[in-house]
């Protein structure tokens, strides 16, 4: 007698095993991970720039952007413009090139340009979601200025691209 209930509870068990096994991989016979990738952004973008030292008057600025983004969040690349007043009549301002390092949300960016009426400078500027600050030293005016600025444009934070891996879970 014994050993039928004990064979019972080895075969209820065995069941009960089965059934469990069964419903998990029935709900979803996978797992997922989800890991962060390196990747490239490409952007065109737009902005208004304000020169500190020269009013109120913003000057429109048009670039492109190539960033690389490392799956740490590291972020490098570099920067092209150009920058016209547009306000009493239209006059190129700026065209500069920038070389840009930092992470996800806040990029140090060196370079610089020619400006079209008072020679060429040099730059430094931080750059974050949608606001550039930044100053121009002007190497060929007579008084060799610089131009502190603020610029808002339509550049948001780079981000990290993810990839989902999907792994067949094998039965209990």
């Known amino acids: 007698m014994l050993k039928v209930i004990y064979s019972l509870k080895k075969n209820h068990l065995f069941l ?7 419903a998990k991989l029935l709900a979803d016979p996978v797992a997922y991970s989800t890991s962060s990738i390196s990747s490239n ?6 902005g208004l720039k304000w ?16 960033t690389n983004i490392g799956s740490d969040g590291h972020t490098d690349g570099g920067d092209i413009s150009l920058s016209a007043k547009f306000i009493d ?6 065209t500069r090139l920038k070389y840009i390092n930092g992470n996800n949300d806040v990029q140090g960016e060196l370079g610089g340009g020619y400006d079209f009426t008072k020679g060429f400078f040099l730059g430094g500027s931080a750059n974050g979601p949608y606001i550039n600050l930044g100053v121009d030293y002007l190497i060929q005016a007579k008084d060799k200025s610089i131009d502190p600025y603020i610029m808002l444009n339509t550049l948001p934070r780079a981000k990290t691209k993810t990839q989902t891996i999907v792994i067949p879970l094998i039965p209990c």
Not at 16 to 22: E, M, P
Not at 51 to 66: C, D, M, S, Y
């Open 51 to 66: 020169t500190l030292n020269e009013g109120i008057k913003p000057q429109a600025v048009i670039g492109f952007r190539h």
């Open 16 to 22: 009960l095993l089965l059934l469990i096994c069964s």
């Open 41 to 46: 952004d490409n952007k065109v973008y737009a």
């Open 89 to 94: 009549g239209f006059q190129l301002d700026k």
